[in-house]
Nanobody
Framework: QVRLEESGGGLVQAGGSLRLSCVASGRAFSGYGMGWFRQAPGKEREEREFVAAIHWIGGSTYYADSVKGRFAVSRDNAKNTLYLQMNDLKPEDTAVYYC???????????????????WGQGTLVTVSS
């Protein structure tokens, strides 16, 4: 059973920074990769937006166009932990952020359907203008 636990969210002014963490435990790991998605206020679970992802072996990274140059995804394999460093935050970044485990079948990291249907509680990021 996979377990994912996100942390690090909070309230920050526009232009500020936050670092999110996601600890994975259990049989998560396909060893393939993990990603961050966000769910803006009023959006449904199926409308979660891809933010960033990282291939667990090799470290290739992927980003949504809206966060390129501002966010950086990284991982600590030994700790089974995924990170998201978020800089120059904007009000439109306000959302609940979730980490997900890719199902390991080789599909795009950008697509929500390629992740295991296991999610943590998420961590709320609120950016004030």
């Amino acid at each position: 059973q996979v377990r994912l636990e996100e942390s690090g969210g909070g309230l920050v002014q526009a232009g500020g920074s936050l670092r999110l963490s996601c600890v994975a435990s259990g049989r998560a790991f396909s060893g393939y990769g993990m990603g961050w998605f966000r769910q803006a206020p009023g959006k449904e679970r199926e409308e979660r937006e891809f933010v960033a992802a990282i291939h667990w072996i090799g470290g290739s990274t992927y980003y949504a166009d809206s966060v390129k140059g501002r966010f950086a995804v990284s991982r600590d394999n030994a700790k089974n932990t995924l990170y998201l460093q978020m800089n120059d935050l904007k009000p439109e970044d306000t959302a609940v952020y979730y980490c997900g485990a890719h199902n390991g079948r080789g599909g795009s990291f950008h697509y929500l359907g390629n992740y295991l249907d296991v999610w943590g509680q998420g961590t709320l990021v609120t950016v004030s203008s």
